[in-house]
């Protein structure tokens, strides 16, 4: 049981470059959550997934997309990456999207773009 | 709109003392409040949460936080701090009206020496 995986762990893209983030959780939960990682910001919500088939912005959606490829996977996609898209991110999982559940975190990604 | 807030961008403890780490939050209903440690290049790890009842909450690694409503806070404690509790901690809030969204505070880094 590996909870829940990101791919890759570290990248470096040019400014204008395009990447996918990739994120799987094997604990049959239902909803999946993306997050930014600041100096001094804690973490943001960028988009979620509440159950499969559905996507939703979060705090800080611009210049990001989603798709929800199946229960068990929740990809995050920068079409025209930017210096400011500098980041750790981390995706996260729960059960359900109840307001008693806990979220389950990856080991998160190390995105500079430069 | 909900928030936390984490005053103290760091706390210092000598090895053995008590430790707290503080969080205070603002939520329209009803607060969820949850408590989770990073290790350096590392996800989050939940420690604990607040639903409803006793308001003394016990967590993971001996850790322990008091719920005070009247307050809105939700301090982080252990009574005895060990070196390997040296992490960022970030507390975080939930309420039923924004039920898929966790708001995290800007955490603390507790340092703890010998």
């Known amino acids: 049981n590996a909870g829940v995986t990101q791919t890759p762990k570290f990248q470096v893209l040019k400014t204008g470059q395009s990447m996918t983030l990739q994120c799987a959780q094997d604990?049959?939960?239902?909803?999946m959550y993306w997050y930014r990682q600041d100096p001094g910001m804690g973490l943001r919500l960028i988009y979620y997934?509440?159950?499969?088939?559905?996507?939703d912005k979060g705090e800080v959606p611009n210049g990001y997309n989603v798709s929800r490829l199946n229960k068990r996977e929740f990809s995050l996609r920068l079409e025209s990456a930017a210096p400011s898209q500098t980041s750790v991110y981390f995706c996260?999982?729960?059960?359900?999207?109840?307001?008693?559940?806990?979220?389950?975190f990856g080991p998160g990604t190390r995105l500079t773009v430069l | 709109a909900q928030s936390v807030a984490q005053p103290e961008d760091q706390v210092n403890v000598a090895e053995g003392n008590p430790l707290t780490v503080k969080c205070t939050y603002s939520?329209?209903?009803?607060?969820?409040l949850f408590w989770y440690v990073q290790y350096p290049n590392r996800g989050l790890q939940f420690l604990l949460k607040?639903?409803?009842?006793?308001?003394l909450v016990k967590g993971s690694y001996g850790f322990e936080a008091e719920f005070n409503k009247s307050q809105t806070s939700f301090h982080l404690k252990k009574p005895s701090a060990l070196v390997s509790d040296s992490a960022l901690y970030f507390c975080?809030?939930?309420?039923?009206?924004?039920?898929?969204?966790?708001?995290f505070g800007t955490g603390t880094r507790l340092q703890v020496t010998l």
């Open positions: 975080a809030v939930r309420d039923l009206r924004t039920a898929s969204k966790l708001t």
């Open positions: 607040y639903i409803t009842g006793d308001n």
């Open positions: 939520v329209s209903g009803n607060p969820y």
């Open positions: 996260a999982s729960t059960g359900t999207s109840g307001v008693t559940d806990t979220q389950y």
């Open positions: 997934s509440a159950s499969e088939g559905t996507t």
């Open positions: 604990m049959n939960h239902n909803s």
